[in-house]
């Protein structure tokens, strides 16, 4: 056990865990931000993606000793008001069935626009498809991605 | 171990209520006696011993609860929506509140595709009695008839002279008229809300990663537990030694129930790692069984089973001796796991007073039934409190999560939420049941359909075939019968039950029969309904007009038959109470067939939501189209092969078509669409690969058919 500070959304929290607790279960169960899913604990379905200093990172394999000093931002932190384009386009094309998913979705979404404001289709598609959401919202979910890319 | 900031996680799913002000209308929504409504007057929701109810505050605010369980259906605004509609709410206006477990509510469960049929006439009587109310405290006000007085917006509006009063300013006065003991309700052609689409009302929680599911949950004082259970279906627990997990950081405890052992922590991680650590003794209860030896069983049972007759219609055999044709086809699926994205959870907290649960469940009245019984307690002692669910498919129809969570607080005596890992989801069972079919056609000289039979033979499947749906009825000579296998694998319902495989079998079998019949598939299946009207083969349970409709609807939609660079298959499917008819369309694309788009044509009667119906069938078509390609559970001596999505497939973006949903306009009133569009699909990919290909797809998943292997 030893005490963590981590800069995450902006602010410098801290956390007294183990070296080897994936960042998930920290934001989760110490830090209180539960927005970040906890869906296969095995980075295969995408629901737990944050941004470790602005790319997408599956927290749920990722160790609380490697995060170290880099800006965590979780979906919590994607925007004050949860108005990020992104937000904005989620609600705009009604994207969530269960909306289990979908915090994944837009922080893998939100990492890809930062890198790439203007993504064909094929793009969305290649950086979306590690996401699963098994109530089958893709096709909105894409279409949200491009109605947002043209707005940011 | 220490918190640092969790101050907003308190109480974070503590229902909120109106308060101060305004007052409550309870209303009856459950009976067609509108006698049994009553009003309240400064009364706390929770205290209203009502089926359900809608508040109005003298701000205006309409509070409209939702009592049915929420895991993405999109019931916790089409509910609302009924009620609005019948009130003339503004809509900005109204709030909606996620119901606890209460017995002034009826039918509180998700499942069945039910909610909407069931409740719709309730919700709409409940909307249109309070605007009855608001309308006739205003002419009182006025002076006027309230035959010269309507509603609109929130407001009641004197037609004559533009005079105008809020609703949240007439509430008071209104709560005084006499409950009606009938009211009118809105013809379909003046609704303004009902079947538009308004965005799902939790929308901005969701997008902004509120506390809303049931993992999401936390309560000051709780502990964390995980349950190793048996791996292999078939052994239960010898023994076990729980002392080095005991030692691990913060672990509390390690007990045991039934074939479980506990591990009791102070956060999900340590459980998690200490569980790893228990050493466990299990011995065989029952036979260890391996898929290997039901595809042995399914080829016995299917000659030498002891069948069970379904449903019987003139002399098949005859009816086979004399056919200038026989067609026969069999068709098999793999058990499949439910694997809703938020694996399965729950809080409770045993209390010498009482139980708290609180959790996603799709039946939360069965969950308070069973944990009463489980613990000895009295029903009213246990409340339930709902969060949304991550998904549910079926899964969570089932409380064993619940009850496991229950007896694990009575035992140490903490509140605890019991978090399942993907892969305990996955391999701990209540699966869809593997399941084989043998359909027989025999036609005559014209390739008329003379006889049919159908087997169908399953693990753990109850009765596996639906006897009495299309085309019973249209076959003069007919035999469907069926033989169980009881398996230590569990089995449970996953979405649209039994029809979610069987449809594929039987759409993909008629197809054979009409291409042998020499006649194309539409024309095919409307004779059937043709010959099923004229002359019907016994009793007929499925509303023929309405799947001659969704037929036809489709084949026009799609441009059936006329499309030269595609190949389209056709299906059509009963289930629950709604039809739809589908058309996919298939190219080749390196030697591999590829589905570019399915066509979807639903009557489901009235569109509720739009958007929440337009969500459920192409969900429906995604998840029937990923299903039938990609997934299965395998077993070896009792253990599931596959146990994440690593290793059991699900569909991703990529691999979903195009659709384009379409829907019948018929004013009957809502049939239900949770699950209806998932059946058709397997069929119709099916059919067009067939088409394609020349290859019949016969086992789920289609992935592992021939026509899906590269020529290497």
Known sequence: MAIYKLQVNGKTLQADVEADTPLLWVLRDHLGLVGTKYGCGIAQCGACTVHVNGSATRSCVYPIAAVGNSQVITIEGLSEKGDHPLQKAWDEIDVAQCGYC???QIMTAAAMLKQNPNPSMDEIEATMNGNICRCGAYHRIREAVKLASTKI | MKSTTNNSRRDFLKMSAITGGGLVLGFNWFTSDANASTVFTSVAPGDI???SYLSIATDGTITILSPNPELGQNIITSFPMVVAEELEADWKKVKVVQANLDNKFDRQLTGGSGAVPHSWKLLRNAGATAKFMLVEAAAQKWGVPASECFASESFVIHRASGKKLAFGDLAEAASKIPVPSTVKLKDRKDFKLIGTSLKNVENHKIVTGKPLFGLDFYREGMVYAMIQRPAQFGMKLKSFDGSLAKSMPGIIDVVSFKNNVAVVGKSTWQVLKARKMLKIEYEKEFALESTEDHDQLFLNLMDNGQATVRRKEGDVDDAFKGAAKVIKGEYQCPFISHSPMEPMNFFAHVRPDGVELVGPTQTPGRARTQVAQLLNI?????????TRLGGGFGRRLYNDFALEAAELSSIIKSPVKLIWTKEDDMTAGTYRPAVRYRFEAALDASGNLTGYKLRGVGINSGNPTRENNFPSGAVDNLLIDSVEHKSPITTGAWRAPITNFLAFAEQAFLDEVAVAAGKDPVQFRLDLLAKAKKSPAGEIRYDIDRMEAVIKMAAEKSGWGKKKDVSQGFSVYFSHASYVAQVAEVVMKAGLPQVKKIYAVSDCGQVVSLNGATHQVMGGIVDGLGHA???????????????????????????????????????????????????????AVANAIFKATGKRLRNQPFIEEDVFKTIS
């Open chain 2, 629 to 683: 390609m990609y997934s299965k559970l395998s077993f070896r001596e009792g253990a599931a092969d596959q146990n994440n999505y690593n290793s059991y497939r699900l569909i991703r973006m990529k691999e979903v078509p195009e659709i384009e949903t379409h829907f019948v306009d018929n004013g009957i009133d809502p049939t239900g669409l949770g699950e209806p569009a998932l059946p058709p699909t397997g069929g």
């Open chain 1, 102 to 104: 979908q915090a994944g």
């Open chain 2, 378 to 386: 009295a029903e009213d002692k246990i409340t339930v409190q709902l």
């Open chain 2, 49 to 51: 011993n009502f089926n």
